[in-house]
């Protein structure tokens, strides 16, 4: 079982820095050409991320493209995480990037659409409904652009969930939480048993930041953070926005997470130890985290001592508590400067191989969750059935399934963002401070 942490690392690409490029790994059928959309011996090209879960299920999709179309082969490359980013974005600026852009949608999409890098996919989507109607509805959010459609969703959903120690919970007496009054009433109960309420790998910062995400969206719903996506001058002003701060801020005022929580990492799986053993009661975290604590928290989750479920209401929000957060996808956009060849070969790509009977088959052994509408039928023979299939069921009856901040911003304000959620947490900035660093970097 793969480490889930590397896996939201690893999908969402958290943590690059220029010095990456020095580590490039690649490996693939064959290189790129100097041709702009071209690559080796292929009509068409693909780059993306190397290592497990997702390559060899990548592989698998490329290996039955290219033996059911022989004379329209598509050729690849992967890359570890960094040196993917940096290579994609000197390759797409140079003219010589891959045909198909692999990528995670949201600001960095944003920034290729602003470009002219990438092809708009909206009238192709209109002309191939089925196509479309195979995916989540909620994965096109992040594809979307001014309105405008410019990637195809594929591979995994991967939502934030509550999760909870069984065990604890019975033993305290107490039921899981219904509503943010619950959480705050859980609190005291847990402190007084020398339980952390909460755990959390504060140091690692994206962390923190599942507690503001969806803390706004059920005190205000989708349309806060719509405006700030949009570039609206001054919106994280809204008042909402210092009512989610203010939570947070009492929820760490009243010890609501473990003693020492901005020293711990995610990568080291330090948060989730604390919650499979018992010294907290629950946790926030992403759906990887399941796998995580599955292969290293012994018989915990196979005796059933794991419980889970989505983001409790604020009492008077306006958000929709079926809304989610995290990552709704992954997505690749045709780039720009490809050849009308090469774009071909793409799209029949996406509509064949990307939707057909196998696709969701390699990822669901891979411990998550496709995409793919359906791919639940495939769940009740398949390890962790009951959890991918609330998963699915989540994701897909989601009304909106939000990207998370740092990958729908930009590079810029998502490292700003990131920065003043670590320092609200050590209580280095009040929340109206965080408003006005905030409002600061809007459109940058």
């Known amino acids: 079982m793969i480490s889930r942490a590397m896996s939201r690392r690893h999908l969402l690409g958290l943590g690059a820095g220029a010095g990456a490029a020095a580590a490039l790994a690649a490996c693939g059928s064959s290189g790129p050409s100097s041709s702009p959309g071209g690559g080796g011996d292929g009509v068409a090209s693909y780059w993306s991320l190397s290592g497990p879960p997702g390559e060899p299920a990548r592989k698998a999709a490329l290996e039955r493209f290219n033996a059911a179309n022989p004379d329209t082969k598509i050729s690849s490359l992967f890359f570890q995480n960094d040196a993917f980013k940096q290579k994609i974005k000197t390759s797409i600026g140079a003219g010589t990037g891959p045909t198909m852009i692999w990528g995670w949608g949201g600001g960095t999409l944003k920034s290729y659409v602003e470009a002219g890098q990438v092809d708009d996919l909206t009238d192709w989507f209109t002309q191939n409904a089925a196509v479309k109607d195979k995916l989540f509805p909620s994965s096109f959010g992040a594809a979307t652009v001014n309105g405008r459609i410019y990637a195809m969703p594929h591979e995994t959903v991967q939502p934030i969930l509550l999760y909870w120690n069984k065990k ?3 033993d305290v007496g107490v039921e899981p939480p219904q509503s943010w009054d619950d959480i705050m009433a859980l609190v005291p109960r847990f402190n007084e048993k020398n339980i952390a309420p909460f755990s959390l790998g504060g140091q690692s910062r994206w962390t923190n930041m599942m507690w503001l995400e969806l803390l706004l969206d059920r005190i205000a719903g989708t349309e806060v953070f719509d405006r700030v996506f949009a570039g609206e001058a ?3 002003s809204d008042p909402a926005v210092l009512d989610m701060l203010n939570k947070v801020k009492q929820l760490i005022d009243a010890k609501g997470f473990v003693n020492g929580y ?3 990492t995610a990568d080291s799986n330090a948060d989730q130890a604390l919650l499979y053993t018992g010294k ?7 759906s990887w985290s399941y796998g995580i604590q599955e292969a290293q928290g012994g018989d915990f989750v196979s005796s059933g001592g794991l419980g889970w479920m989505n983001f409790p209401p604020v009492e008077g929000g306006k958000g929709d508590p079926s809304n989610q957060v995290g990552n709704p996808g992954h997505y690749l956009s045709i780039s720009s400067k490809a050849s009308p060849e090469a774009k071909e ?15 969701p088959k390699h990822w669901i052994e891979s411990g998550n969750t ?16 009951e959890f991918l299939k609330f998963v699915y069921d989540a994701s897909v009856n989601a009304k909106v399934f939000a990207q998370s901040w740092d990958q729908a911003l930009s590079p810029t304000a998502a490292e700003t963002l990131l920065d003043n959620i670590a320092k609200l947490f050590q209580g280095q900035v009040s929340p109206q401070q965080w408003v006005d660093n905030m409002n600061a970097v809007i459109g940058k």
């Open 370 to 385: 496709p995409i793919i509408k359906g791919s639940d039928s495939l769940y009740g023979s398949a390890p962790n059935g």
């Open 280 to 286: 907290a009661a629950m946790m926030l975290h992403g």
């Open 234 to 236: 001054n919106a994280w």
């Open 168 to 170: 604890v919970f019975d």
């Open 345 to 359: 070969v793409a799209k029949k790509f996406f509509s064949t191989t990307l939707i057909d009977a196998e696709e």
């Open 262 to 264: 901005s020293s711990i």
